[in-house]
């Protein structure tokens, strides 16, 4: 448990320079995402997975990969061929937290054995809002219960953009999808997303939200999340060009608005203990401006039609109810 | 050499989990469903009591049982796992990831019937149906059976020209639940029968960079197939070699087909897994009778031993199919389509009568099997080549 406290004793959350190596060394470092995968240009998730996999290889320790199925799964194995320069596994859609766990035990058991002498690698798995959200919930909760040694990181770009941007227990309330459309009656998805990030944090293990804009603290906390012996989840705000609809360049500076909107706010939370980071705690103390969520809608298309004078009351009470989730969460840390 | 049997007294779920802990997996994850609860309650007793080196990972669920299993098998591991019924259906997506990935692991069913309606008794339909997932499928007949197809199923699964996952039925309560003398080996036979770590070259191993799992298009997708439907027709013959092998040290006579009377017999019934007992009781019956009747038992479902089964039914006039499994709006029972198929067209190939029966437990009595007898030689008479039909209910 000596990890965990140097993990709960941390005061300032997010570690901003507190990386095991400066990034002018982690730079270095050969991608472990090759290029010449097939994601889409502007894709955030081939630059989440960039980011989670420097920060895990800076770290000097054996590590592997398990995917889900989904579009950073798809795009980067097309047998015969693999972008990656880990041990990479895939399985099925809504395993790979079991999937993992068999991987994680087998080491365990055959090292005690004395069949593998080598070191006991760490395992983060990739998956989707989909893989993750909905469909591969339930084994990610028993995995996590039974306490494997493994970072989940679950990229949301709040659909399922794989099979052609469908919506999914991740998709924002009134985000147009092809299963959600903006109707002429209803205007795109009328749910909120299902809180994952508390829902893990429920499971009393290690949880961080993330945003490659601000990749210092993604980096960062990917580091923290597998210095935790057990399991560690973090949720990372991923752009989707194609299913957000906006021009590629835009990806980056759209998850930047997400967090300066408090529409996906940053922190860090670990039994109760609840601390805002980076961009986030900055603007819970004022030092930073909150942006009106529209500075983030209307970069992209999903939320076009929230602009029509029809769906003007729906942008007010969406306006709402992410400052009282903003209130909220403040409220948790201390604010 | 045959090794000194050590007697043990145990039911089948217990013989299969005697047999596990004594092969000593890698990993076993599991998820309880009746009636296999045995097997993982009492391998449970054997992890935490330090009897094994396992890592037991009690699963959430049958899919994520399976699941685990291809991430702890594609390792190099030795993994176990066993379900019934409708957690065997649920792991069916599964299924093929782990034929499909070259995974040797090895599955225990209890076989159970289906819902609905629900019923824990029974019923072989579980297993049949996984047919095309490109598992060897066996199955058993009593908790001796149980326990050596446990240990001959890591060695057929594991041979470098098959590497392809094995299940072995054997059915609910009847088998599972029933209180038997079982022939045990020592531990140091297992041993020396099964090395505790796998001969494999490719795993996935923290010091190399394999995917595994990739997306196949349709310039590969075909070929990686065609390679799974190589390795099932070897291991038509590693698994004949195998019994053989286990034969040698057990002392027990285990082949992919079991025949009783059948060499001068004109009828014959056609059974698996439990039934085959209760088909050769009633041979005897017949037989005291002066009726020329015999009995051929299928152990090995897949791959499906056509050719063998032709050679030992060859000459017969007409064989009754005794299935325990459902199908519906089918031209014959699970196992008399693929009789029809291995025996079409061939030269002294007997009419083949499938009779679906004893579902959900129901039993079978003896009188009604011998009626089944007459009933085939009456279609034989009559010049029927192909009948199904259901025995044994309430209409």
């Given at each position: 448990m000596g990890r965990v406290q140097e993990l709960i004793d941390m005061t300032e959350l997010p570690m901003i320079g507190k990386l095991n190596k400066p990034l002018k060394e982690i730079v270095k470092i050969d991608n472990i995402l090759t290029g010449g995968h097939r994601l889409c240009a502007g894709c955030g998730a081939g630059t989440m997975a960039r980011q989670v996999t420097l920060a895990a290889k800076a770290m000097d320790q054996p590590f592997m990969i398990t995917n889900a199925t989904g579009c950073l799964e798809v795009a980067t194995t097309i047998y015969p061929f693999t972008a990656w320069k880990v041990p990479f596994m895939h399985n099925a859609f809504e395993n790979a937290s079991a999937t993992a766990s068999g991987t994680i035990a087998a080491f365990e058991a055959m090292k005690r054995k004395g069949i593998y002498d080598g070191e006991q690698p760490k395992m983060i798995v990739f998956g989707g809002d989909g893989g993750t959200y909905d469909i591969g919930l339930q084994s990610l909760s028993g995995a996590v219960e039974r306490g494997h040694d493994f970072v989940y990181v679950c990229y949301n770009n709040g659909a399922y953009m794989n099979t052609g941007i469908q919506r999914s227990g991740g998709t924002p309330m009134s985000a147009a999808t092809t299963t959600s459309p903006a109707g002429t009656k209803i205007p795109g998805k009328i749910k909120w997303a299902k809180p994952l990030a508390e829902i893990m944090a429920a499971h009393d293990i290690p949880v961080f939200t993330a945003s490659p804009f601000y990749y210092r603290d993604l980096m960062t906390k990917t580091q923290e999340a597998l210095k935790y012996e057990g399991p560690a989840f973090i949720l990372i705000d991923s752009p989707c060009n194609l299913g957000h609809k906006h021009a590629p360049g835009e990806s980056l500076e759209i998850t930047k608005l997400a967090v300066q909107t408090c529409f996906f706010p940053l922190y860090s939370t670990y039994l109760d203990n609840w601390k805002l980071t980076g961009e986030s705690l900055k603007i819970a103390k004022g030092q930073s401006e909150k942006l009106p969520v529209t500075d983030y809608f209307k970069t992209q298309g999903r939320f076009k039609h929230l602009f029509e004078p029809q769906w003007a009351d729906k942008l007010v009470e969406i306006q709402k109810t992410i400052d009282e989730k903003w209130e909220r969460l403040k409220k948790k840390a201390g604010f | 050499m045959i090794y000194e049997a050590i007697i043990m007294g145990m039911t089948g779920d217990e013989a299969v989990a005697w047999a596990a802990k004594q092969v000593n997996p890698d990993v076993v994850p599991a998820y309880p469903i009746t009636p296999q609860t045995i097997i993982v309650e009492r391998f449970s007793d054997y992890v935490n009591d330090g009897l094994v080196d396992t890592a037991f990972v009690p699963v959430e669920s049958e899919h994520s049982a399976m699941s685990a299993s291809v991430g702890a098998s594609a390792t190099g591991a030795r993994v176990f796992t066993a379900t019934a019924s409708a957690g065997l259906a649920l792991m069916n997506e599964i299924l093929y990831v782990a034929s499909g990935l070259r995974l040797p692991i090895v599955l225990a069913v209890a076989n159970r019937a289906l819902s609905a309606p629900i019923n824990i008794h029974a019923e072989c339909t579980d297993q049949l149906v996984t047919r095309d997932a490109s598992w060897i499928s066996l199955f058993g007949e009593t908790a001796q059976e149980a326990y050596d197809e446990t240990i001959m199923a890591f060695k057929i699964g594991e041979h470098p020209d098959v590497m392809l996952p094995v299940m072995y039925g054997i059915e609910g309560f009847i088998v599972t639940h029933a209180l038997e003398r079982v022939d045990t080996l020592p531990d140091e036979a297992i041993r020396n029968f099964l090395p505790p770590k796998r001969e494999i070259s490719h795993v996935l191993d923290p010091s190399e960079a394999k995917t595994f799992g990739s997306l196949v298009l349709q310039d590969y997708y075909m070929e990686i197939k065609r390679q799974q439907e190589e390795a099932m027709e070897r291991a038509y013959h590693v698994t004949k070699e195998v019994m053989a092998e286990y034969s040698e040290i057990s002392g027990r006579k285990y082949e992919i087909l079991e025949e009783y009377?059948?060499?001068?017999?004109?009828y014959a019934f056609v059974t698996y897994g439990a039934t085959a007992g209760n088909a050769k009781a009633v041979v005897d019956l017949l037989r005291a009778k002066g009726e020329k009747v015999g009995a051929l038992k299928i152990r090995m479902f897949r791959p499906f031993p056509g050719n063998d089964i032709y050679e030992a039914l060859k000459g017969k006039k007409a064989v009754a199919i005794l299935d325990r499994s459902a199908t519906f709006g089918s031209p014959g029972t699970i196992v008399q389509n693929d009789l029809a198929s291995a025996l079409y067209m061939k030269q002294g190939a007997p009419s083949l009568h499938g009779f679906i029966n004893?579902?959900?437990?129901r039993v079978l009595m003896h009188e009604e099997k011998e009626q089944i007898y007459d009933q085939v030689k009456q279609y034989h008479a009559d010049g029927k080549t192909h009948t199904q039909e259901w025995v044994g209910y309430r209409s």
């Open positions: - | 009377h059948l060499d001068d017999a004109e004893g579902l959900g437990g």
